[in-house]
């Protein structure tokens, strides 16, 4: 089964995860295998780095959905200004 598991690590090693949800999951496995104590060194050093590198890309996919949704805040604010606008000089 260990076998198993690392089997499956090394396919999401091998491409980027695709959503945010597999990253995060992935990131959930990298801890769950660092916590066991059972990770040689270079294991333990080669699945920080995997872990370091998926926790930046989450970072920067949270960041450009928070940036997302001041812009929609924003257009929606300016929006309602101009109806507000719009209605109190007829």
């Known amino acids: ?13 091998a491409g980027v995860a695709q959503t945010y949800e ?3 999951a ?3 496995e990298i ?5 066991s104590g059972d990770a040689s ?10 872990g ?7 970072a920067s996919e949270l960041s450009a959905v928070g940036d997302a949704l001041t812009e929609l805040r924003l257009d929606e604010l ?7 606008g719009a209605g109190s000089s007829g």
């Open 1 to 13: 089964m260990s076998d198993e598991h690392q089997a499956g690590g090394a396919e999401a090693n």
């Open 22 to 24: 597999a990253a995060t």
């Open 26 to 28: 992935r990131i959930e």
């Open 31 to 35: 801890i769950r295998r660092l916590d």
């Open 41 to 50: 060194l270079d294991e333990t050093l080669e699945l920080i780095k995997e």
């Open 52 to 58: 370091k590198a998926l926790i930046e890309r989450c």
């Open 78 to 84: 300016v929006e309602r200004l101009s109806e507000e």
